[in-house]
């Protein structure tokens, strides 16, 4: 906790990481958050491609922006403002990021530094506050959750992965009725790829497809559960000899008991290069190795989290409260915290926002509990569907114009800048 | 053209091929109007799983279902009575099959038969009546036209098609949003892999997501245009250097020079097993040897011909049409016709429904014009896209239940078998 600022100083918000269906809604929670408290925030500037526009000192002026993009930003998908893949190192190896960067926020006089990203960025966002003091200038610095990965700990869920959930669960139910129509005469086997590199979060989203035991998808696989060949081929079998056919969501982490990914089999093609697929052609071509059943596959990859269309109105709320829950803990002098979503029931679904100090947020990677994966390690649990079920509720459709949704583009106007130093990154 | 039926007789439906989002309003078309002419039409059976039913005299009494199943039939994707991948031979080198249908027919007293398929299914449907004739069991065919392909001759378009097309072009918005946010220090190129082994026309759907010169995607590649890798490597190049990404979509069906497939590159894995991928991560990987590009690509498969909760409304509203005109046909005596859509005018968008002979549709496919591609066979042109926007107008969302959208399902009841012969297929 700090004492308020006496006047209003300039805010900083940047995007990071991977970017979801929902992140420009936290946006412009953040935007719409700092209107209402001009009395501490005066001007909102955003990052160029995240935190490298910080570095490089290419800041965005937001207030360049019309309220009617700001307001569209609630439907458009991926990161309006752009985002990075760019971790600050530690203070010991790389201190001069940091000092960069609290020299930009001298520069433009930001007091208040907006973080949206996962892991971490939470804990970028915690060593800024750190190094800010230990320089001479503090910054407030809040950090605003995002991750379809659901990996982040102490929130009961992220920002960006109840849509992600939707729409895995949404398309594994459509592509199933597919392959059961078809399923005589032929595809035997379906076979879909979800992200999810350490957590199954995304893969368990698959299992709402189905409402009873039997139902597709028959099969999933999770990062959690090393993968056994054996027993998978044993279930594949007998969900085609039972039901005609079989659909199975694989999560791109899915690992053999050694820790190898099934997705870096050591495969090569004629030239030697490394096996080009996911793991979702390594399954299905080892169904069709093994059992002989037809195949087909599919990979989601970036149209998972880019798919606004689809998006979970219960994401897309909790998006946007989450990034004015951050202003208002800033603006109130909370330094180094994120606003956690924190469930109070699971139904009727309710919820609220509260804060969570950074520093036990940071690195902390939350994994599906095994009690959430049923007892064979290829479904999930009653308890898991409970869990999940709230977080996909509701449409919140985007509006279309010609057939296409209407997504919002930034005008995107630099603000001056004012140091006369370069910084490569 | 036959003189109507003087008492009321049978009907048969039968589902054909790869299945679509909207195949099941045909199907809802094809009963609604049959029950509005029951001074025609008796009772209307379908075929599980297609033709198979048909052969096996396992017939299914569309009678049982209710009538909130026959609706929501409109808005249920993939093929509720069951699709089959069977094609009739020719009458020359199996007799026997059409031999065995029309005793099926004989023995249910249908006197009509709705087949809803794509090529191959309206050249059996034509053979069907031939061959009825010839036995002496006149039977009145009418085919239902469907592929996702769009690839039907005399139609302006196919139901099935302004669906997918609507979600590949709402797909690719989505997933390029998502790499340029990105690009500056992420994925450079991605690619989406797309249906269409000998048209091209859903991958030309994907060009919709753009709306003005460089807009992504920047790349498409047809199956039409031989692969020109010098040309293509330029062009991404070209994309990257410009707009720092490249979004590339790219044909099943994309072919070398010499006329072989991309995705059959002739790559082998570690144990000799022809490459597992697609020609998606091909093209990706050929952009990472070439140029160095870190890449992302995603295949869609089955998830785009089944996206019922993202499908075109015109689309909707043309399967449901071909369905009610195939009925209207059959009960005025019209036999060996398919009901067309004749494009009246694009802009404002006016279609109709007209008749045309089988003969005329049966086996020839519709390529996408060289007009409708950019000279540099990449791109499409203003006139393919004035074609296309329309069938990707309007959205038309099925009612949800608990987050997810409530797909019928059948009861399925089997009519009372009347041969006691066997039929294996």
Redesign the interface.
């Known amino acids: 906790m700090r004492k308020p600022a006496a006047r209003p100083r300039n805010a900083f918000y940047a995007?990071s990481g991977?970017?979801t269906?929902v992140i420009n809604a936290s946006a412009a929670g953040v935007i719409e958050g700092a209107r209402v408290h001009r009395r501490h925030i005066g001007k909102l500037y955003a990052g160029r491609?995240?935190i490298?526009g910080g570095l490089t000192e290419d800041l965005i002026d937001i207030a360049a922006e019309s309220r009617a993009t700001i307001k569209a930003l609630r439907h458009?998908?991926?990161?309006?403002?752009?985002?990075?893949?760019?971790k600050l190192k530690g203070l010991d190896q790389n201190r001069a990021e940091y000092e960069r960067l609290i020299e930009v926020f001298r520069a433009h006089d930001i007091g208040y530094f907006f973080y949206n990203g996962g892991n971490d960025s939470m804990d970028t966002a915690l060593k800024v506050s750190q190094i800010g003091a230990t320089l001479g200038y503090p910054i407030t610095c809040v950090g605003v959750p995002k991750t379809v990965d659901n990996d982040l700990p102490l929130t009961d869920c992220c920002p960006g992965f109840g849509s992600v959930a939707?729409y895995i669960?949404?398309?594994t139910?459509?592509?199933a009725?597919?392959?059961?129509?078809?399923a005589?005469?032929?595809t035997k086997v379906?076979v879909?790829e979800v992200m999810g590199r350490n957590a199954g979060w995304i893969a368990a989203a698959g299992g709402?497809?189905g409402e009873k035991a039997g139902d597709p998808p028959q099969v999933i696989l999770f990062p959690e559960i090393a993968f056994d060949e054996a027993a998978f081929l044993a279930r594949v079998k007998q969900s085609v000899d039972g039901n005609g056919y079989c659909v199975i969501v694989v999560s791109e982490g899915t690992k053999y008991p050694d820790g190898r990914f099934l997705a870096e089999a050591?495969?090569?093609?004629?030239?030697g290069?490394a096996?080009?697929?996911g793991v979702?052609?390594?399954i299905?071509?080892l169904v069709k190795?093994r059992l002989g059943y037809k195949y087909?596959?599919?990979?989601?990859?970036?149209?998972q989290?880019?798919?606004?269309?689809?998006a979970?109105k219960t994401d897309v709320e909790q998006a946007y409260a989450v990034g004015r829950a951050a202003v208002d803990y800033a603006v109130k002098g909370m330094n180094a915290v994120m606003p956690a979503i924190i469930r109070k029931s699971s139904a009727p679904y309710r919820w609220k926002i509260e804060p969570v100090p950074l520093a036990q947020v940071a690195n902390v990677e939350k994994k599906v509990p095994r009690d959430f994966i049923t007892a064979d390690g290829f479904g999930i649990t009653a308890s898991c569907r409970r869990y999940l079920?709230p977080l996909?509720?509701?449409?919140d459709?985007p509006p279309?114009r010609?057939?296409?949704?209407a997504?919002a583009k930034i005008r995107g106007k630099a603000v001056k800048r004012k140091l006369r130093t370069d910084f490569v990154?």
């Open positions: 995007q991977g970017v269906a491609d995240g490298v458009t998908p991926a990161g309006a403002f752009g985002s990075a893949r760019f939707k669960a949404v398309s139910r459509e592509a009725l597919d392959v059961a129509s078809m005589r005469t032929s379906f879909l709402l497809a050591g495969t090569r093609d004629a030239f290069h096996q080009l697929g979702g052609p390594v299905a071509q190795d087909h596959w599919a990979v989601a990859d970036y149209l989290r880019a798919a606004r269309h689809i979970s079920a996909i509720a509701g449409e459709y279309y010609n057939g296409l949704p997504y990154v």
